[in-house]
């Protein structure tokens, strides 16, 4: 089984910065894309960030700019640097790993539990 660990959350001011983790622990055979989602009251999940086991970013729009995700393949970890945070990135953040525990078995996703992002104006 994989178990995805986030931290980094909490509570900042508009303008500030957060940097979220995420580490992936099991039987990992390999991992593909990792990728942040969020999802504030009342809203739907919605896509943060994915990043390609080669390490190629993409970012919804509303991020462009300000964040930036990275991964380190040997720890099984993806990172999230929030800068120019807003009060609309508050949200829970979840990290996802697509990733297969087996050679022969087919890849999949497993989620994290979550992590509070707060931004106060």
């Known amino acids: 089984q994989v178990q995805l660990v986030e931290s980094g959350g909490g509570l900042v001011q508009a303008g500030g910065s957060l940097r979220l983790s995420c580490a992936a622990s099991?039987?990992?055979?390999?991992?593909?894309?990792m990728g942040w989602y969020r999802q504030a009251p009342g809203k739907q999940r919605e896509l943060v960030a994915t990043?390609?086991?080669?390490?190629?970013?993409d970012y919804t729009d509303s991020v462009k700019g300000r964040f930036t995700i990275s991964r380190d393949n040997a720890r099984n970890t993806v990172y999230l640097q929030m800068n120019s945070l807003k009060p609309e990135d508050t949200a829970v953040y979840y990290c996802?790993?697509?990733?297969?525990?087996?050679?022969?078995?087919?890849?999949?996703?497993?989620w994290g539990q979550g992590t509070q992002v707060t931004v106060s104006s």
């Open positions: 099991g039987s990992i055979f390999s991992t593909n894309a």
């Open positions: 996802n790993c697509n990733a297969r525990l087996r050679s022969w078995s087919s890849s999949r996703d497993y």
């Open positions: 990043i390609t086991n080669g390490g190629t970013p």
